[in-house]
């Protein structure tokens, strides 16, 4: 069964601190590895699609990553407008082709 | 415009009530899709519809009643529900092609409280 870990759990960052958070994944055959981001009361947004390891995608002061076991989302100098849960999605090649969710990580930037 | 509309945005029902949440997609895409998001747990797939054709029910419980008219439309018929229903509700679609299923894009979603 396809399985998706986030971590952690939470962080809270000053203005300008930069970190990373994490995405650990199993799933049969990766067919793409999605990153959204979440306002409160409202729905998730795309961000990134990521579908093979080594590969890379920028947005603003956000760098996605992946490798074969997870992905990391890299945050570069990050402002309270950064301040979001991050959700991490897979999708494997068997079955529906499910898209199977992580818990999130509930990111703060303080200014 | 946004792409996906859910309605209403809040909504406070009795356990022996019968309600109906609404979406519409303005994007063009060929999949709509209910999701269920509880507290500190992952998004919960519940229903997907594909050319307006259901193509997938996780185990959800009869008392949620999906309603697909076109490709546009998604409804979610609810009926005495429990306490442990109240969630936020929310609705995507997405374009299906030999890739498999392309990004989603969310509604803002319905938080549904059951009393």
Redesign the interface.
Known sequence: EDQVTQSPEALRLQEGESSSLNCSYTVSGLRGLFWYRQDPGKGPEFLFTLYSAGEEKEKERLKATLTKKESFLHITAPKPEDSATYLCAVQGRAGAQKLVFGQGTRLTINP | ETG?T?TPRHLVMGMTNKKSLKCEQHLGHNAMYWYKQSA????E?MF?YNFKEQ??NNSVPSRFSPECPNSSHLFLHLHTLQPEDSALY?C?SSQESD???E???????T?LSVL
């Open positions: 996906v859910q500190k747990k992952p998004l797939l997907v193509t997938e929310l995507a890739r498999g299923r990004k989603l894009f969310f509604g803002s979603g938080q």
